[in-house]
């Protein structure tokens, strides 16, 4: 009767620890949803609503007039953009950021540095990485480094790889982190859209609904690219981003 006592009380012990367990992972689990559904709102105070990325000027040229060209350009720009480029970069830097490796970090720093075309793709890029460092430093959450297993983040730090830290010392694994980066990119696009097309609400909806599938296949495909496939194939993008700093009237920051 001790025996069989014994074990039952075992097995409720037993029992109770994986709730303990399971309660305490969920918990983690969701305190890294919290955290990229932070970094990745729109009411992050880094100033990403200024920026079109180009797509004031496809407006004003008249490559984009409506929500069907609209969304051929944002697909195209997901799959000879962020699927070649900063998606699968941002993987790269937060397994870098994981093991700490130092060297990497600032390696795929230089080169997102080195592909972006324009001034303004490039201000945007350097712009957003200070403010969101700014903010981090605000909150306490800037790498510790230098050590062996805390790299420093590189000076001047572009957006993508402050954000891939972000990620990391939240805990977001990159299956969440790169489809949040994306969605982000997707809503402020779409934001753009809505203040200077104008598009109305209800059709940037009907947009999300479309290329939701797409920013997941974007994802798929980032996470298994070899670095020698890497680099975005966006002239019409780089060619809008030019002439947006000589365009007459403009929204947006050039």
């Given at each position: ?6 074990l039952?009380?075992s ?5 109770s620890m994986?709730?303990?367990i ?15 559904l932070?970094?990745?709102?729109p009411a992050?105070?880094?100033?990403a609503?200024?920026?079109?990325q180009?797509l004031?000027?496809?407006?004003e ?7 069907a060209?609209l969304?051929e ?17 941002l ?16 390696w ?6 080195a ?6 793709l ?8 200070a403010?969101?460092?700014?903010l ?7 790498p ?12 001047g ?9 972000t990620?990391?010392v939240?805990g ?9 980066f ?15 097309l ?15 599938p ?13 670095d ?10 780089a ?5 947006h700093e ?8 050039s």
């Amino acid at each position: 009767m001790i025996t069989i006592m014994s074990l039952t009380v075992s097995k409720n012990v037993s029992k109770s620890m994986r709730i303990e367990i399971d309660e305490t992972a969920g918990q983690s689990d969701e305190l890294a949803l919290l955290g990229l559904l932070q970094l990745v709102s729109p009411a992050l105070p880094i100033g990403a609503f200024a920026f079109s990325q180009g797509l004031e000027s496809a407006f004003e040229l008249g490559w984009v007039s409506d929500e069907a060209s609209l969304g051929e350009w944002l697909n195209g720009v997901l799959e000879d953009g962020l699927t070649r480029c900063e998606l699968p970069v941002l993987a790269r830097l937060m397994t870098a950021w994981a093991v700490g490796d130092g060297e990497s970090i600032v390696w795929w720093d230089t080169w997102l540095a080195a592909n972006r075309e324009t001034a303004e793709l490039a201000a945007e890029d350097s712009r957003l990485g200070a403010s969101l460092t700014r903010l981090l430093d605000s909150l306490g959450l800037l790498p510790p480094g230098p050590s062996r297993v805390s790299p420093e983040l590189p000076a001047g730090a572009g957006y993508v790889t402050v954000f891939a830290w972000t990620a990391h010392v939240r805990g977001v694994s990159r299956r969440q982190a790169l489809p949040g980066f994306a969605w982000a990119w997707l809503e402020n696009q779409l934001a753009v859209a809505c203040k200077a097309l104008p598009l109305g609400h209800t059709a940037a909806q009907r947009l999300v609904e479309r290329l939701r599938p797409a920013l997941l296949a974007a994802v798929e495909e980032a996470l298994v690219l070899d670095d020698d496939d890497l680099g975005p194939v966006l002239p019409g993008l780089a060619l809008a981003s030019g002439l947006h700093e000589t365009q007459y009237s403009r929204l947006f920051r050039s």
